[in-house]
């Protein structure tokens, strides 16, 4: 792998580089039967990141996600790591109670939720007060919230990566709690690289 950077930041490099590197036009992943590259996936993060600091995100700020896999969990998740935020990504299937809990632990600002979530976590949203705004999707009209298709379609188009250092906060996963409340594992943008180096290069020879 080599030695890590300073400063780096983990959408920077698992997103933008490809595309500074010539390979926007390549597929970065698959979702329903159609084909979302590289440059899509840059622009719907810098959209992403961009909206999210319009709402208040700060710099290791927690945003929690609750979001099935999709190109919006995609863009979501890179676009809180290339703003230097803390992406906290958590099961759909959790209670409105299993929610308060998480909210709470995590501090999040912002939550960005899945719209048959959406009742679930704001049911609990008055009992979280760092909770400034929920961000929905595949749902419009929910008072209170905002759409994340709009969101996106408003933001400025680019945005430039948080000079984040390689031992910053990246995001956070819960474990199950099936001993007790669930704990908050800790990665680091650099935990990334080094999973990408063990993993993909180690075991799968990409």
């Known amino acids: 792998m ?3 950077p300073e400063h780096f930041n983990a959408a920077a490099f698992f997103v933008d580089r490809h595309v500074a ?3 926007g036009a390549r597929t970065a992943f698959r979702f329903a039967g159609r084909a979302i590259s590289y440059g899509d996936l840059a622009a719907s993060v810098d959209g992403c ?3 999210l600091a319009g709402l ?3 710099i290791e700020q927690r945003v929690l996600l609750v979001l099935n896999d999709s190109p919006a969990f995609a863009a979501a998740f ?3 790591v290339k703003l230097g935020a803390v992406a906290v990504p958590v099961n759909t299937l959790m209670t409105p109670q299993e929610y308060e809990v998480l909210l709470t632990d995590s501090r999040a600002r912002v939550a960005v939720v899945e719209a048959p ?3 679930r976590l704001l049911a609990v949203r008055h009992r979280c ?3 400034r705004a929920v961000v929905v999707v595949g749902g419009q009209g929910l008072p209170g919230t905002h759409d994340f298709d709009e969101l996106l ?3 400025k188009p680019t945005c430039e990566p948080a000079l984040t250092f390689a031992d910053d906060t990246c995001y956070w996963g819960y474990t199950s709690g099936s001993t007790g409340k669930p704990k908050a594992a800790v990665h680091s943008h650099a935990h990334f690289l080094a999973a990408a180096d063990l993993v993909g290069v180690g075991v799968f020879g990409l």
């Open 2 to 4: 080599g030695s890590v």
């Open 21 to 23: 590197e010539g390979r």
């Open 49 to 51: 990141a961009n909206s």
């Open 56 to 58: 208040g995100v700060e």
């Open 78 to 80: 890179w676009g809180a």
């Open 117 to 119: 979530v959406a009742g």
């Open 129 to 131: 007060p760092s909770l």
């Open 153 to 155: 379609a408003a933001a």
